[in-house]
């Protein structure tokens, strides 16, 4: 089974490999899946309650919107107070991101202010809204919240609620870094959830004008705490080659109809990725599946006439997620490169809708993931109809430099390699260059 393999894989090979997201052995990670108290209460946790509701409630979603555009904008935060289910009910079911939009666009300037003051957590995570908002909205509740916790660690007596809010307060400290508030790139907050384990997506550069946009899907042990800020590190190497490719090759490169193309890369937390105790399970990828393909729907109808060229890279259980998202979904990518894949039910490349037939899938060596079909066909398998890509190191054969290799799995995103310089080349629409 899957569960053993991983398990096997962690304790083997992710020790030197790992380093580069912090993935260290397996009793490490025991560690950090148990520590909270035995017998211990449901952690305290400060902020938005996490919501639980019918995911495919979306209908009615739509139509609580509606409801609230008919407030005034002096009623809304008198509204939201004394409805906190409907709010829990719009984050755990959201509307489709096109309703959003058309519902966003219709409030006057007071409305929505008024909501972003009254309820920022719904603000800041539905896709459809604005960047710049939905940035400001979130970094208001990571504010608030980390300003709750260290009040709760200074003042109160109970030895686990002060250890509970430690913890929490750790996870929140690690977007906060990742932010980089003395970073020379734009960085946006684009959603976050400080609740449990967490969730965040970050964005180097800038959705709203980007020529081109990549998503980054990591998959099992990824967690806010642990591998944020190198999640993020990654996504900001792969900006910042994607746009050393883009000089190299001439402003006419890919699709970007401007003279001078840029590029936006979003390190996309946006789901649970599992553990040990659940990575054998589908129930994690269909959440990867729902929030991906919300975020990209927003993308797209907020660029509606100025879609950008959008690129998926995935990896691990998060290919299994994307993959789902571009058979389960209708709104299509540019791109999408694979590597670690236990797959998907997807038998081909023509079940995806992946414009073109962009699909690239690399594997490494040692890397018992791929090949496992774990999850239903193997997109390496030759009969799948993907296009391989070269991971294993040498010499660029366009700069002549000596390229690093990927081994075991979780290497992928490593500085200098091979498979960080076909990301780039496969997220600017230039795979006539990647190497085989």
Known sequence: MLFDVAAILTSVTLGPVAEAFGVHEVDTYAVVHTLSIPDAPPLPFIGPEPAAGDPT????????????????????????????????????????????TVWWGALDFNSKLSLRNATPELVGNLDGIPYSV???????????????????????????????AKQQLHMLDAIDEALGAESADDRTLLSLDVTGQGRAAIVVGDLRTADYVSYLVPGMFFTIENQMGDWVDAAAR????EASWLALLGPGAGTGASDAPTVATVAWIGYHTPNLTNVGGIENAYEGRDALASAIEGLQSLRSGDEPYVSVIAHSYGSTAALMALTDYDFQVDALALVGSPGSPAKSVAELHVR???????????????NSSYFGSDPGAQSYGAKPMAVSGGTDPLTKLQLGASLGHNEYFAPGSESMRNFALIAIGQGQYVTH
């Open 57 to 100: 409630d979306q209908v009615q979603g739509t139509g609580q919107l509606q409801q609230l555009a008919l407030l005034p904008a002096r009623s809304i935060k008198g509204w939201v107070q004394a409805n906190p289910e409907v709010i829990a009910q719009l984050l755990a079911s959201p509307p489709p991101a096109h309703d959003v």
């Open 134 to 164: 939905r940035d400001l909205a979130n970094r208001t509740v990571l504010d608030t919240t980390m300003k709750a916790l260290e009040h709760t660690i200074a003042t109160e007596t109970g030895r686990t609620v002060i250890e509970n």
């Open 238 to 241: 792969l900006h910042d080659e």
């Open 356 to 370: 073109d037939g962009n699909v690239f899938v690399g594997e490494a060596a040692w890397d018992p993931i791929p």
